[in-house]
């Protein structure tokens, strides 16, 4: 039988952790847009307090998938909220229930570190994506659209 283990990424794990983030750029077709290096993820999730937190899904030892959470204080409550940025589960290890273990771990976490909700944005045309999710309880934000404004830098 198949272990699966979920835990904080640790030092050791960095290196299948930014293969996993270029994977999941290659499938959402924004390859070209990964820039962060080793060390700034590093920097980024080991800062004090951390700017982000990455979940790592280990079966029987090897990396099979992830989920990077960025801490945001909402204000209008005065609690924190989670934005996930990043949920990632590597096709080898697909069906078989890697990502609803890794829905279940980032919900411990946010309740373990008393935020209210977990927010994260899915491509129109992940339908597949927004299936799981929905799956999961996960709900559909129907008062928002998001907007972004990028830099040239």
């Not at 924190?80 to 229930?97: C, P, S, T, W």
């Not at 980032?106 to 209210?116: G, L, S, Y």
């Amino acid at each position: 039988m198949t272990s699966v283990e979920i835990s904080l990424a640790q030092p050791e794990d960095l290196p299948a952790l930014l293969a996993m983030i270029q994977a999941l750029a290659t499938f959402e077709k924004i390859s070209d847009q990964v820039q962060i290096s080793l060390s700034e993820l590093e920097t980024a999730l080991s800062s004090s307090p951390p700017q982000a937190y990455a979940l790592m899904a280990k079966s029987d030892g090897k990396p099979a998938g992830y989920a990077l959470l960025i801490p945001c204080l909402y204000l209008k409550r005065s609690q924190h909220k989670l934005i996930l940025e990043d949920f990632y589960v590597d096709d080898a290890y697909r069906g078989q229930q890697i990502g609803a273990k890794l829905i279940q771990a980032i919900q411990a976490f946010a309740q373990e570190n008393n935020a209210f909700k977990i927010e994260f944005g899915v491509y129109n045309w992940n339908e597949p994506a927004q299936k799981f999710y929905q799956r999961m309880g996960a709900t559909p934000a129907t008062t928002w659209t998001t907007y972004q404004f990028l830099s040239d830098g």
